[in-house]
């Protein structure tokens, strides 16, 4: 049995599970900037590889990541999925 997903709050039709990108601008410039500047101090700090590797990998993982929504074929309205 499949599971059924949640109505549309404001046209009651049935939603579909969707991905998209990060839509918040500032995190996705703050991603850059952080992998940028884990970039300059991995190659200007000595020890800056211990903490320029992890700030990397924390900031391609706000760059990319994907959010789940819920969005309604008919309305085009949409929210985010927990
Ligand atoms: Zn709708």
Redesign the pocket.
Known sequence: MAPTNPP??????E?EKSTEAERNTALRILSVLLFLGSILLILVVPIGIVVGIPLMLISLFFGFRKRKMWK??????DFERF
Not at 8 to 13: F, G, H, L, V
């Open positions: 549309c709050p404001q046209c009651d039709t939603m309604c074929p008919n309305c085009d309205y």
